[in-house]
């Protein structure tokens, strides 16, 4: 299958800072990326759709100036989380779509906000 | 929009047994239907899918069925072994747009 990497794999901040997680495509060109918030023991929730040159698509309930997504090429989508609080702390997940719609997964970022 | 129910949360089976974990879905517009397992603290990998155009795909021990009427899909793994154990998670969606995804089934193995 094809190979999404994401980076980092984890990251400790302190309260107030921001940070940045990168979701790549290595072998394919992805339109569309998806960015995912997975809580322990739960189902993945879907936060926002990045489309390649686009604006993102934000899910109800999350906030875009929260959570900014950039989109700038067919292989790389960028997720920040500004003015990180500890209640952002999560494991955060990228996926990529392939052009015949088959969606797989980065390995993940697991945020921990002190 | 779409709804993915999925049962059961969790399963335990010994080893050699089939497992079989069951979705349903409310749009009937959707026709994209894929599996993903998750190991803990590991990304999503995707198992199986089917499209709405065929009731049943198989691969190896792994196989997937659709009835599109019903709109419910299932996931059947037979002779089970311990390295299956892990999340499952379905999902569905139409083409083109985002996947929903139902809440995941615990699969344990008991060897």
């Known amino acids: 299958g094809a190979v999404v990497s994401q980076h980092p794999s984890w990251v400790i901040c302190k309260s107030g800072t921001s940070v940045k997680i990168e979701c790549r495509s290595l072998d394919f060109q992805a339109t569309t990326m998806f960015w995912y918030r997975q809580f322990p023991k739960q189902s993945l929730m879907l936060m926002a759709t990045?489309?390649?040159?686009?604006?993102?698509?934000?899910e109800q309930g999350v906030e875009k100036d929260k959570f900014l997504i950039n989109h700038a090429s067919l292989t790389l989508s960028t997720l920040t989380v500004t003015s990180a609080h500890p209640e952002d702390s999560s494991f955060y997940i990228c996926?990529?779509?392939?052009?015949?719609?088959?969606?797989?997964f980065g390995p993940g970022t697991r945020l921990l906000v002190l | 929009g779409e709804n993915v129910e999925q049962h059961p949360s969790t399963l335990s089976v010994q080893e050699g047994d089939s497992a079989v974990i069951k979705c349903t879905y409310s749009d009937s517009a959707s026709n994209y239907f894929p599996w993903y397992k998750q190991e803990l603290g590991k990304r999503p990998q995707l198992i199986i899918d089917i499209r709405s155009n065929v009731g049943e795909k198989k691969d190896q021990r792994i196989a997937v069925t659709l009835n599109k009427t019903a709109k419910h899909f299932s996931l059947h793994i037979t002779e089970t072994q311990p390295e299956d154990s892990a999340v499952y998670f379905c999902?569905?969606?139409?083409?083109?747009?985002?996947?929903?995804f139902g809440a995941g089934t615990i699969l344990r193995v008991k060897s």
């Open positions: 999902a569905a969606s139409e083409y083109g747009n985002k996947l929903v």
């Open positions: 990045s489309n390649e040159g686009s604006k993102a698509t934000y």
């Open positions: 996926s990529a779509r392939e052009p015949q719609e088959t969606q797989y």
